[in-house]
Structures are given as C-alpha cells and as structure tokens.
Antibody
Framework: QVQLVQSGAEVKRPGASVKVSCKAS????????ISWVRQAPGQGLEWMGW????????NYAQRLQGRVTMTTDTPTTTAYMELRRLRSDDTAVYYC????????????WGQGTLVTVSS | SYELTQPPSVSVSPGQTASITCSGH??????TCWYQQKPGQSPALVIY???KRPSGIPERFSGSNSGNTATLTISGTQAMDEADYYC?????????FGGGTRLIVL
C-alpha cells in the first residue's frame, strides 16, 4: 500500500538546523511530488512547500524562503526537508504528504515528526 | 493574501447532519479539499476536488463548492466523526489551509 514513513523526533537548539526524511513506498514515486506541512502545538496546518520527485523542481512557501530546502534521493525513494536557523516558533510536528502537483490534494500523509526547538 | 475562514467549532447530535463551511473570495472557482484529523493522528483526506470521496471514505461524507463557500457535509454523523476538519485550496502559487473546525458530536 502507499506509505510515507518519516524519521524520528528531534530536539534542536535555536539557530541550529534540522533535516527530516520521508521514505515513500507502494507507488511509482517519480510520478508524484511530496509536500511538507507543519503543525505547531494546538494550532492549524501550515504548508511549507512541494518538491517534484522526478526533476527536483521546488515551490516554497514565501514566508520560509531562504530557510527551507527540500531535496530527494530517487534511488532510495526518500524526500528530505531541511529547515535552518531554527527558532522556538518552529517547534511543530512536520508532515510529508504525497501530491501530484503543489496545487493538488495531499494523500496519504506521513506519520509526522516532532521537532522541538529549545535552549 | 488569500484566506480561508472556517468556524472554530460545530456541534451535532449523533445521527444528525453536520455542515462545516469554508469561505474565501471566489472559492467556487478553485478546487477545495477537506481533511479530517483526530487527536494524535495525521490528517487524512476525506474530500478532494470539491466533491469526490477517496476510496475507503464513507458515503456519509460529501462536499460542495459554489460562490464564496465550500461545504463539507456529514450525514448521519457518528461519534467516530468527532475530529478537526481543515479545508484547503490553491491560490497564487501557494497552498492555503483554513483555520480548522472542531466537530463535536454531543
């Protein structure tokens, strides 16, 4: 079945970077992209960006431009999201989700990765 | 910037119909989808392209989108439907989520 499995929880200091992975399986990975969405504690969903697995094209949310980088490793069918210069308000659960295009719906979602930023 | 507005909460009695709205400027001209999120779980798609149900989603979930409002309707609401629901649309090269609605099944 289609499945996205994410890496484990992380604790980081302010100013550090974090890299979250998302391994896709159960479908032809290069025919879809991966979106990243985060959810701060008790808050709603925030889209971070999308990456085309086939050619690496990206589309980032404007407010994260310059701090976020999305990459993929096609042989291992794994997508990565790196967020730099972490702040306390970056504390959130980070999700990856399959979507054909950045404008498309997200299905399915990974299990989520909690990133805690604390001094 | 584009915004999607949802009511913070909606209450419904078991067996009744729940309607959750999502409002945005000319939203009817865009595709809208809906996600259900239960506590401690990842969001799950329940409606896409305004009114299509993914496989495995019960028929009691339906959607519509016209004018400035998209609506998620749950007919014969069950206790298991109690969750947060988020609408989503695409505008100006950005994914927009509504603020979410907590469905309370009393």
């Amino acid at each position: 079945q289609v499945q996205l499995v994410q890496s484990g929880a992380e604790v980081k200091r302010p100013g550090a970077s974090v890299k979250v992975s998302c391994k896709a399986s159960g479908y032809t990975v290069t025919t879809y992209g991966i979106s990243w969405v985060r959810q701060a504690p008790g808050q709603g969903l925030e889209w971070m960006g999308w990456i085309n697995i086939y050619n690496g094209d990206t589309n980032y949310a404007q407010r994260l431009q310059g701090r976020v980088t999305m990459t993929t490793d096609t042989p291992t069918t794994t997508a990565y999201m790196e967020l730099r210069r972490l702040r306390s308000d970056d504390t959130a659960v980070y999700y990856c989700a399959r979507s054909a295009t950045p404008a498309d719906y997200f299905d399915p979602w990974g299990q989520g990765t909690l990133v805690t930023v604390s001094s | 910037s584009y915004e999607l507005t949802q009511p913070p909460s909606v209450s419904v009695s078991p067996g009744q119909t729940a309607s959750i709205t999502c409002s945005g400027h000319k939203l009817g001209n865009k595709y809208t989808c809906w996600y259900q999120q239960k506590p401690g779980q990842s969001p799950a798609l329940v409606i896409y392209q305004d009114n299509k149900r993914p496989s495995g989603i019960p028929e009691r979930f339906s959607g519509s989108n016209s004018g400035n409002t998209a609506t998620l309707t749950i007919s014969g609401t069950q206790a298991m439907d109690e969750a947060d629901y988020y609408c989503q649309a695409w505008d100006s090269s950005t994914v927009i989520f509504g603020g979410g609605t907590r469905l309370i099944v009393l």
